[in-house]
């Protein structure tokens, strides 16, 4: 009799499940109740604010909800509150970003009673596009840009505007209020006329949202674009010509956000060009952006092929320059001190700089953790990071309190990600890449959130049926059935990426280039060295891992103690970055009792467990989502398995040429031949159909 009844409850639920390609994001139709709302103001973003309310209302049927701008010492720039009376904040977005908590607590069953002061953590939350003019995208793994074409690339159609708008709508009901429109590789043509012009109109349609356009501008452009002979930021015509180039583009922007810059980075012109420091490039820029309001985020992401040791670069060079930037410069500092990999350890350059703000920078596009191909919910590695513990101040200086002003006083705080976002019908390639856009968007708003809270929302808002389950029975067996199974997923899946990629400390030993497949032997003779994974993991007979030790390169002495020592000596050093800091031993004794080669070969094979486990978690929530997105999901899962044993298989099978060590008998033999491994290393042999 259960088992009938069970039948019938799935079949039912399966009925309601219809065809979804996943444009709607998180922001789905809903069935709304009738709602009163006064606002004395109208304008184009309380006009937003109300028709949201009236199209998602699920509280109380007539209630009546008033918005209202006010003065409030609880209420810090675009924050509101949330009272019984409605939604009140210093400013129309802020009233815009009242709403959309509201109505997410009604969606998702949290809390909407009581009084809600919400302030957000940074005052600049903003996507970095790396959106080429000709409509690529570098690291792009969902299309082609959104912005910018090849074809007709100055007609601005409906299409690109409808697009726009649920672009905007998607950023504000997030809280993110600033997009960087173009590649940090920035190409000159950018500040031309024609695409000044199409900025202008992107930038038309986020305004309404709260979001503000800015652009990554080349340090070359005064001699590509202007014809003159120098770039020297303290040149006076240099200076004259930028002058006059943010003269224009506020004439055609009036509320222009500001320059990102990549300088003297992998490559890129700058001011290092002409002898002079990353703070003269940056002040000179600032000084022009000024009168305007505008900022400039100036990249510390730079190294150079001669450095012992790339991961100690940017502090190197920025801590000298610490104080001497002007207060409308902030630096943007990746996560990690290399870049972006699976797993690092933050930044030393956050618990250090104290007289210049520094902004952290995520990639939310998944270049190092398997593309669009890979379900990495990347909000858990952000975490991570934001609640690292710098010791700047002492214990409790984490990486979130050193960026976000409450440690020292700050005039700008500032976070960026690097969008995943382009054409795709589904925006960013895989369904549950799009949580990875909504969790930066939240934790920019509040970076003591927890992973848990921002997955268990993102999973009610994207897959949830509130039409067809309507009853408590049916709402019991979708939380058991799909939300917990599929949340645990969710929150283990970097971790299962790290496992089968680069477990222990281990980085940077993609194939070339492409970045997605393994390739710890990748080493051609003339390539920089610090551009192949040799440099990175430095493999030999008597063992592996990069010392980064008082003996070897020093860079633990960049942390501020206690860490420092902690990091220093292997049996106080995490495991998990243990070899990002050491050089050890194959038979080095690990805090578990067993051998490193044994824990190597006992974290592969853990990564392979997990996405396993992975995809019969999602072939048991079938009957909880539509065809599409399920047969999608389902598809790229058993992609992601199967580059996960190639990962597995070719990185163990490479170190074991090393160590001589037999895999532990208990664990998976490997399934494939390093050989044939190395021989068919092309993307698309890993790309799915
Ligand atoms: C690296 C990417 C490269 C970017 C660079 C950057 O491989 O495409 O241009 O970062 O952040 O990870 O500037």
């Avoid at 940017?314 to 990999?341: S, T, W």
């Avoid at 610090?530 to 493999?539: C, S």
Wanted: charged letters at 20%; one cysteine or more; aromatic letters at 10%.
């Amino acid at each position: 009799m259960k088992k009938i009844l069970l039948s019938i409850t799935i079949s039912l639920l399966v009925i309601h499940t219809k065809a979804d390609d996943g444009h709607k994001l998180w922001l789905r139709d809903k069935k709304a109740l009738p709602v009163n709302i006064t606002c004395s103001i109208n304008s184009p973003t309380i006009n937003i604010a109300i028709n949201e309310l009236k199209q998602a209302w699920l509280g109380k049927a007539n209630a009546s909800i008033s918005l209202r701008i006010v003065k409030n010492p609880a209420l810090k720039n675009d924050g509101f509150i949330i009272n019984s009376s409605g939604v009140e904040a210093l400013t129309e977005a802020g009233i815009l970003y009242g709403v959309y908590e509201l109505l997410r607590r009604q969606q998702t069953g949290q809390i909407t009673t009581g009084i809600i002061i919400s302030n957000p953590s940074y005052n600049y939350r903003i996507l970095n596009h790396w959106d080429n003019p000709d409509g690529s995208i570098e690291r792009g793994y969902a299309g082609q840009s959104i912005f910018w074409r090849k074809e007709n690339a100055f007609t601005v159609t409906d299409n690109d505007k409808k697009l726009w708008q649920e672009y905007a709508r998607a950023n504000a009901s997030v809280g993110i209020n600033g997009a960087v429109l173009n590649n940090v590789n920035a190409s000159p043509l950018i500040l031309n006329e024609d695409y000044l012009n199409r900025t202008k109109a992107i930038a038309a349609i986020l305004r309404p949202y709260g979001v503000k356009v800015y652009l990554s501008a080349k340090f070359s452009s005064p001699m590509q674009s202007g014809g003159l002979k120098s770039n020297d930021p303290l040149d006076p015509e240099v200076i004259k010509w930028w002058n006059n180039k943010i003269k224009e583009i506020y004439s055609v922007i009036p509320d222009f956000g500001g320059f990102l810059i990549k300088a003297n980075s992998e490559g890129q012109p700058g001011p290092q060009d002409y002898n002079r420091t990353h703070a003269d490039g940056a002040n000179m820029l600032a000084d022009a952006l000024q009168p305007y309001g505008g900022i400039v985020m100036w990249r510390a992401f730079v190294y150079s092929p001669n450095d012992k040791d790339r991961a100690k670069q940017a502090y190197n060079e920025f801590m000298p320059l610490d104080g001497k930037f002007r207060d409308n410069v902030i630096i943007q500092v990746k996560n990690g001190p290399v870049d972006f990999q699976p797993r690092e350890p933050f930044s030393p350059l956050f618990g250090s700089m104290k007289k210049t703000p520094v902004m952290p920078e995520f990639q939310i596009t998944q270049e190092y953790l398997g593309h669009s191909i890979h379900l990495v919910f990347l909000s858990t590695m952000w975490e991570e990071c934001l609640q690292s513990d710098t010791y700047e101040y002492g214990k409790g200086s984490t990486v979130a309190k050193c960026t976000d002003g409450s440690l020292r006083p700050q005039k700008n705080t500032a976070i960026a990600g690097v969008a995943n976002i382009g054409l795709d019908t589904n925006w960013c390639g895989h369904d549950f890449a799009q949580a990875n856009w909504y969790a930066f968007g939240r934790l920019a708003w509040n970076n003591k959130l927890k992973s848990e809270q921002i997955a268990d929302e993102w999973i009610k808002l994207t897959f949830y049926e509130t039409q067809s389950i309507t009853s408590s029975n049916n709402k019991l067996a979708w939380e058991q059935n799909f939300l917990n199974p599929v949340k645990q997923m969710m929150l283990e899946s970097r971790e299962a990426a790290v496992n089968y990629m680069t477990p222990l400390g281990l980085h940077h030993i993609m194939s070339a280039n492409e970045h997605y497949g393994p390739g710890p032997w990748w080493a051609p003779a003339r390539m920089r060295a610090d551009w192949t994974p040799p440099y990175y993991h430095k493999a030999d007979s008597t063992g592996l891992g990069f010392n980064r030790t008082k003996s070897g390169s020093d860079a633990v002495s960049q942390y501020n103690e206690p860490l420092a020592s902690q990091l220093n000596n292997p049996n106080t050093c995490p495991d998990n970055v243990l070899l990002w800091f050491h050089h050890l031993p194959w038979n080095f004794k690990m805090k578990s009792g067993k051998t490193l080669w044994d824990e190597l070969c006992i974290h592969y094979d853990k990564g392979i467990q997990q996405v396993r486990a992975f995809q019969k978690i999602w072939d048991k929530a079938e009957a909880y989502v539509d065809k599409e997105r399920f047969e999608k999901v389902q598809r790229k899962l058993r992609s992601q398995m199967n580059n996960a044993v190639l990962w597995k298989d070719g990185c163990l099978l490479y170190f074991q040429q090393f160590s001589k060590m037999p895999i532990p008998a208990y664990l998976e033999r490997p399934v494939n031949n390093l050989d044939d491994i190395i021989k068919n290393d092309t993307p698309q042999r890993r790309r799915p159909a």
